[in-house]
């Protein structure tokens, strides 16, 4: 990729989602970074090789990154990012599409604070984009063609599977892949608690719990993988496995994990009425 990409904040999303599109071959030289604080500009420099500016040192550093840029990806807090928006609208080139990274805010939210027919793209991206594993779903703003959105997709292709949905489905997405993994951090965590409980150490009930869940993950990211036939294949007919499934069938455990996904789903809805109403 030639064009000239702006990050505007690289927290932890942002710069994992930076370190993969550097690896995919784009040249750092075509990429720029504001943040706030000197320190992390520079910290961001050193590492990545690209042009990184504070604004606690310039001001005007949002509207001089954006200006010629062809993608900029938005990656301040939801509550920050309307504003962040109309401070770089008018500098913005009319053809530059505009990536928010923000959870729960909305398409409507992002296009009101611009300027009318400005390309945006809302994404849902998740904290595996760190190693590479991610998962990001996208949706495209009234203004964006199909050159629009293949510029998006570029920026996501080198951190994980980059999905196209319709924006209604954003916080079902948000609910699964979006809090998801710290799902599977608590089954880990929940995991370890029972080892100890079996009067395991609390170190090995740690590496036996964490091991597993990871390589449970790397047999899921198979191709053609399939969870259900997984886990048939490790719960052997009148054994010792069968018998849990059964015990976590029986306490409710899938609607468990579907009610918390309704609940995340229902807070995401509510952050975007609350940050409409700001």
Same mark, same amino acid.
């Given at each position: 990729?030639?064009?000239? !990409?702006?990050?505007?904040?690289?927290?932890?999303?942002? +710069?994992?989602?930076? $370190?993969?599109?550097?690896?995919?071959?784009?040249?750092?030289?075509? %990429?720029?970074? $504001?943040?706030?604080?000197?320190?992390?500009?520079?910290?961001?420099?050193?590492?990545?090789?690209?042009? @990184?500016?504070?604004?606690? *040192?310039?001001?005007?550093?949002?509207?001089?990154?954006?200006?010629?840029?062809?993608?900029?990806?938005?990656?301040?807090?939801?509550?920050? $990012?309307?504003?962040?928006?109309?401070?770089?609208?008018?500098?913005?080139?009319?053809?530059? %599409? %505009?990536?928010?990274?923000?959870?729960?805010?909305?398409?409507?939210?992002?296009?009101?604070?611009?300027?009318?027919?400005?390309?945006?793209?809302? =994404?849902?991206?998740?904290?595996?984009?760190?190693?590479?594993?991610?998962?990001?779903?996208?949706?495209?703003?009234?203004?964006? &063609?199909?050159?629009?959105?293949?510029?998006?997709?570029? !920026?996501?292709?080198?951190?994980?599977?980059?999905? &196209? !949905?319709?924006?209604?489905?954003?916080?079902?997405?948000?609910?699964?892949?979006?809090?998801?993994?710290?799902?599977?951090?608590?089954?880990? +965590?929940?995991?370890?608690?029972?080892?100890?409980?079996?009067?395991? =150490?609390?170190?090995?009930?740690?590496?036996?719990?964490? +091991?597993?869940?990871?390589?449970?993950?790397?047999?899921?990211? *198979?191709?053609?993988? &399939?969870? @259900?036939?997984?886990?048939?294949?490790?719960?052997?007919?009148?054994? $010792?496995? *069968?018998?849990?499934?059964?015990?976590?069938?029986?306490?409710?455990?899938?609607?468990? %994990?579907?009610?918390?996904?309704?609940?995340?789903?229902?807070?995401? @809805?509510? !952050?975007?009425?609350?940050? =409409? @109403?700001?």
């Amino acid at each position: 990729m030639s064009k000239k !990409i702006v990050f505007l904040g690289c927290g932890s999303m942002g +710069e994992a989602i930076l $370190t993969g599109l550097l690896a995919a071959g784009t040249a750092p030289a075509s %990429v720029t970074v $504001t943040v706030r604080r000197p320190e992390r500009a520079e910290e961001l420099a050193q590492l990545h090789g690209v042009t @990184a500016m504070a604004s606690n *040192e310039e001001p005007d550093a949002n509207a001089q990154a954006v200006a010629g840029a062809s993608v900029v990806i938005l990656g301040v807090k939801p509550v920050g $990012t309307a504003a962040l928006c109309r401070e770089i609208a008018p500098h913005l080139d009319a053809q530059a %599409v %505009v990536i928010s990274v923000a959870a729960a805010v909305s398409l409507g939210q992002l296009e009101g604070a611009l300027h009318p027919g400005q390309p945006v793209v809302r =994404s849902m991206p998740n904290t595996p984009l760190k190693v590479g594993r991610g998962v990001v779903a996208l949706s495209a703003g009234t203004s964006v &063609d199909e050159f629009h959105l293949a510029a998006a997709h570029e !920026i996501f292709d080198g951190s994980g599977v980059v999905l &196209d !949905i319709p924006e209604s489905q954003q916080d079902a997405v948000s609910a699964i892949s979006g809090s998801g993994p710290a799902y599977a951090f608590y089954l880990a +965590e929940a995991m370890a608690a029972a080892a100890e409980d079996f009067g395991l =150490s609390a170190d090995i009930a740690r590496v036996l719990a964490r +091991e597993t869940v990871a390589g449970a993950g790397l047999m899921l990211a *198979e191709p053609g993988a &399939d969870p @259900a036939t997984l886990r048939r294949g490790v719960t052997s007919p009148n054994g $010792t496995t *069968e018998q849990a499934i059964a015990t976590f069938d029986a306490q409710g455990l899938p609607g468990i %994990v579907l009610a918390g996904a309704k609940a995340a789903a229902a807070r995401a @809805a509510q !952050i975007t009425q609350e940050l =409409s @109403a700001q």
